[in-house]
């Protein structure tokens, strides 16, 4: 694991946010049959109570915090790098996979663990330097999605969330400076140095 100063956490959805909504929409489409079957009507001249009673039984929680299959734990390597973990609910794992049988003794059976998965390739930055921060970002979720999608095969629609605005509103470059002035005995010293 190469992160030493933590900067950001970004879930890793099954797949997009549209991805999410047009499965349900399917779905749903699915089931509408069955009640117009039932009623002997077609869905749109249906009473309004009765499409909302199932519009309800067919509802899926919001996509953002229910789609998630693990997490990019981004920061710096405490030199001068970027670098990020990868970690994955062991169930999405390949069926042959060790994560997904190796769990400790006494956890109960429908405890969702996420584990490590792989590491980002370290990307490098200038430290003070927004920018280098932000390219190195961008690469490392990059290369973080076609990690996830390359090693899980159940999850070859991956994506790495990113928020909506403009990058270059976060300060990474401020943040990995405050953290390690915070805390400097995150990194090996050399014992050779005064």
Known sequence: MLVRYHLLTLPVHRRSFAG????????????????EKEWGEPWDKLPPHIRLYWQDQWYWPPWFFNDVAGYLR???DGVEALAADLFLARRYFPATAPERFSRPPGLPEEAAEVVYLASVSRRPIVLGDNSSYLRALAEIVDEGRETIRRQAPSLDRAEVWVPGFDLSCLDLARADAQLRERFPDRVARDPTSG
């Open 20 to 35: 999410y909504y047009a499965a349900h929409d399917r779905e749903v489409e699915s089931l509408r049959p069955e009640v």
């Open 74 to 76: 981004l920061g710096s």
